[in-house]
């Protein structure tokens, strides 16, 4: 097959671009050598070896030529350190003085940020370089590595260089995820994943999983046949390591019933071992949980000789049971399609297994109390962001309002909302059925006052036990309404209320007969009251009759 001899480069010429190119890398490794902050030298350095257009800001292919000089030698500079031993990030390094110098690699990298920084080059140059630098590097660099980009996280997240490289660093980090083992590395994945989750602002889409696709692939694997010599219930291991297939797809439950009655009886099944194996406060101070912080792992081993003694560990059950809570979360969750949402019956279902579930985590020492309560707050933080993604994920920033003056005799309009403000007639969108619900007769009634005093009544139950502050009397607001309600619906013990106070008020049905007593008025007072009104009265009469002669 024959060329063209013009398109075959000369000898000449490719030896004359590798010596261009030796040169230059020679003008860089001489200013990483320089003592001083980069801003001493950094744009001279760029400008003797490009020697740009314009003597502050690179063009395209000027941006282009720079990035291809520093990829060749930093390649150069991984593979010196490889031959050498030494750790790449602390290649070079030097002490002077008693004071150790930056090592070559971070030496490089300082100058390019700074130039990046300053906009002298292609904001996106840093982040193509470190991408560079972890694909080139072993697992035991790239947390050296890593700890440098954390280190300029505040500089890397400007918006001149967040803009340029955000999906660069996305991508870097994915790669690394990608390579780290979930159960030996667990600390390095959470430094990465905090990172993103410092570095992307909060209305940031790229880690939201808009679609709500879940991770089917987390397959937990357990023994299918009953092994030789086993003495647990080989039908109850099986039973229970299954609701992990539910666990790990949650939507299926809602599209095929017979999925869900089977995890119910096995859920049922489970629960029921739990509640007639209860753990003992010794059994939960034998298995210390803030001890096993320590060495967390995400996943428990399977293997059905284990089942007795995860039974009896508390941070196993409560791993299943928040398990269980998630999942509820998620059924009930809003802004599904019609089809997604779950009937009446497995409604009910639902908040009866709910029930259980909390009732066995305050049950499971210790201070399941305590427990339950903070997944409880985190459950309800949960909310919040699914109806942030439902809404399209709005964006969290507001810009600052700008003080504009008014002319004189100009009228300031103000925008009209159908409700009257903004967040009635948010609301009024999300509502599904407001025809219905404003007609729903439980929707706004007036309590009858039986009902109503009931809880202040309690509290003036002495044999209750329940101290003074936390009285119902103490709320202005509960004793106001019950004041109108009591002028609407019964004015004699609306009368009480100027000799005995609030709890006068409170029908004398509803207290017990030691209380009663107290706030009963005497028949001698009820004679007197009759007597008084009716002298009153006869003034009255007596001087409307003066009045008329």
Known sequence: MLFSLSVIP??????????????????????????GPPQAFALQTVQEVIKPQKQTKLAQDENQLLENILRTLLQELVSSAVQSGEQIMQYGQSIDD????????????????????????????????????????????????????????????????????????????????????????VVFCGRILMFLAHFFPLSERSAVNIKGVFNTSNETKYEKDPPDGISIDFNFYKTFWSLQEHFCNPASLTLASAKWQKFTSSLMIVLNTFEAQPLSDE???????????????????????????????????????????????????????????????????IKSCEERVKKLLEMTPPKGKDFL?????????EKNWVWWKRDGCPPFEKQPLEKKTVQDGAKKRRQKWRLGNRELSQL????????????????????????????????MDVSAGIEAEYHHKNSRVYCW??????????????????????????????????????????PNDKSKRAKKDESKGAAAQAEENQDSV
């Open 283 to 349: 059994e939960g101070d034998a298995n210390n949980l803030e001890e096993e912080s320590a060495n967390f792992s995400i996943k428990y081993l399977t293997s059905s000789k284990l089942m007795g003694l995860e039974l009896k560990d508390p941070s196993f059950r409560r791993h299943v049971l928040v398990q269980c809570l998630i999942l509820f979360d998620y059924l009930k969750a809003p802004g599904k399609n019609e089809k997604d949402l779950p009937s009446e019956s497995m409604k009910e279902e």
């Open 481 to 522: 309404k019950g004041l109108r309600f009591s002028a609407r619906q019964d004015l004699d013990g609306f009368s009480r209320f100027t000799d005995h106070g609030i709890e006068g008020v409170v029908p004398l049905e509803l207290l017990p007969p030691d209380v009663r007593s107290k706030y009963q008025a005497k």
């Open 373 to 381: 309560r903070k997944i409880d707050h985190i459950l309800e933080r």
């Open 428 to 459: 009024w969108k999300w509502a599904d059925q407001n025809p219905n619900a404003l007609t729903d007769p439980q929707r706004v009634r007036t309590p009858h006052i039986m009902e109503y005093w009931k809880p202040l009544a309690e509290d």
């Open 98 to 185: 008693g004071e150790t110098s930056q090592g070559h690699i971070p030496r490089l990298l300082d100058i390019v940020l700074y130039l990046c920084e300053r906009e002298h080059v292609e904001g996106g140059m840093i982040f193509q370089l470190l991408e560079d630098l972890t694909e080139m590097s072993t697992m035991r660099n790239c947390k050296d590595i890593f700890g440098y980009i954390e280190s300029k996280q505040d500089i890397l997240g400007k918006q001149e260089l967040f803009a340029r490289g955000k999906l660069v660093m996305l991508r870097t980090c994915n790669q690394l995820l990608r390579r780290l083992s979930k159960a030996n590395d």
């Open 10 to 35: 000369s000898v000449d010429s490719r030896l004359e671009h590798s010596l261009l190119s030796t040169i230059n890398m020679e003008v860089f490794k001489r200013a990483i050598l320089q003592p």
